[in-house]
C-alpha cells in the first residue's frame, strides 16, 4: 500500500512541472513588393528583379523593397537581405546600400527617377556586401521599425573624386529572418499535500572500519655543539678532530715496489721484440747490414 502511495506521490509531482504551451514566435519578415526606377531603363533585368547603378554624374538606376513584419511589437533579431547578379557591368567596383525610407511609393519596373522614394540615410543604412556567387548580402534588421518597412538599395558614396561606373541587374530579391524569442505563459504552480503516512527513507550511512593506530617516529634532538669553557668566562666551540690518515706499513711498502718492477721488465720485454723484429725486417730489405 505504502509502494502505491509513493507512486502517486511521484505522478502528481511530475504533473506540477507541466506549463501551458508557448506561443508561436514573431517578428517573422517578408518581402511582398519590389520597384526599380532608372534614367534609361535596361530591358534585360529579370522579372521580378530589380537594378541598381550610378556613372560619374550619379546614380542612374535604384530600386526598393516593401517588407511587412509578422508582430508589430516585436522586429526579427536577423533580417538578411540577399541580392543575386543577374548581368553586371562593373560588378567589381561597385558598392551598394541600404537606407530606409518613407513608405509612398508604387511599385514600378524601369519607372522614373522622379517617383522613385527617396532614401533617408540619416535614419540608418546598411552595406551590401558583394560575396562569392555573385550575390550581395546584408543584415537589415536595425532598419525595421514596423509592421510595414520600405528599403531603398542605391550606390553608396566611396569617397573617390570620380565615383566608379558600373550597372546591376539582379533576379528577384530573399530575404531570411529569424523571428524574436517567443514569449512564454506563466507556468502553472500545483500544491501537492504531504502524505505522512509514506515511511521517510533514511540517510545513507557509511561504516569504513577502523583503522590502525598510526606510529610517528621518535622526534631527533637538536644538534649540541661541543664547547670548552675559557678563562675570560666564555664559552668556544670545541675543534673538531683532525681525520687520521692511515699510513701503508713497510710489507706493503715492499709488495708495490715488487709490482712496478714486474711490470718494468714486461714493458722492456716489448720493447726489445720490437726492435729485433725492426732490425730483422731492415736486413731483408738491404737497409742494414747482414753479418
Not at 541600404?98 to 527617377?113: I, L, R
Request: charged share 15%; with cysteine; proline share 10%.
Amino acid at each position: 500500500m505504502k509502494q502505491h502511495r509513493r507512486w502517486a506521490f511521484a505522478l502528481v509531482a511530475t504533473s506540477a512541472l507541466a506549463t501551458t504551451p508557448v506561443t508561436a514566435a514573431e517578428g517573422q519578415a517578408s518581402i511582398t513588393e519590389v520597384g526599380w526606377w532608372s534614367v534609361a531603363p535596361v530591358n534585360r533585368t529579370p522579372e521580378g528583379g530589380l537594378a541598381v547603378g550610378q556613372t560619374f554624374q550619379g546614380s542612374t538606376s535604384v530600386a526598393a523593397v516593401r517588407i511587412t513584419v509578422a508582430g508589430a511589437a516585436d522586429k526579427p533579431e536577423s533580417a538578411v537581405l540577399t541580392l543575386t547578379e543577374a548581368e553586371t557591368v562593373g560588378a567589381e567596383q561597385a558598392v551598394l546600400r541600404v537606407c530606409p525610407a518613407d513608405d509612398d511609393w508604387e511599385k514600378a519596373s524601369g519607372g522614373s527617377m522622379e517617383d522613385a522614394p527617396a532614401p533617408a540615410c540619416d535614419r540608418g543604412d546598411v552595406l551590401l556586401r558583394r560575396v562569392l556567387g555573385g550575390k550581395w548580402a546584408g543584415d537589415v534588421a536595425a532598419l525595421l521599425t514596423g509592421p510595414t518597412n520600405s528599403l531603398v538599395i542605391l550606390p553608396a558614396a566611396t569617397g573617390e573624386p570620380i565615383p566608379p561606373t558600373f550597372e546591376l541587374t539582379f533576379q528577384p530579391p530573399a530575404l531570411e529572418a529569424t523571428g524574436a524569442p517567443p514569449t512564454t505563459s506563466s507556468s502553472t504552480t500545483t500544491t501537492v499535500p504531504r502524505d505522512d503516512n509514506v515511511d521517510a527513507v533514511p540517510p545513507p550511512s557509511f561504516d569504513f572500519g577502523s583503522f590502525p593506530p598510526i606510529s610517528l617516529p621518535a622526534p631527533v634532538e637538536a644538534f649540541t655543539p661541543m664547547t670548552t669553557p675559557v678563562d675570560n668566562g666564555t664559552t668556544a666551540m670545541a675543534p673538531a678532530r683532525a681525520a687520521r690518515v692511515r699510513m701503508p706499513t713497510s710489507d706493503q711498502g715492499r709488495n708495490v715496489r715488487w709490482g712496478l718492477l714486474g711490470l718494468y721488465a714486461l714493458v722492456a720485454a716489448f720493447i726489445g721484440a720490437a726492435a729485433g723484429t725492426s732490425r730483422h725486417q731492415l736486413r731483408i730489405r738491404g737497409l742494414l747490414p747482414t753479418r
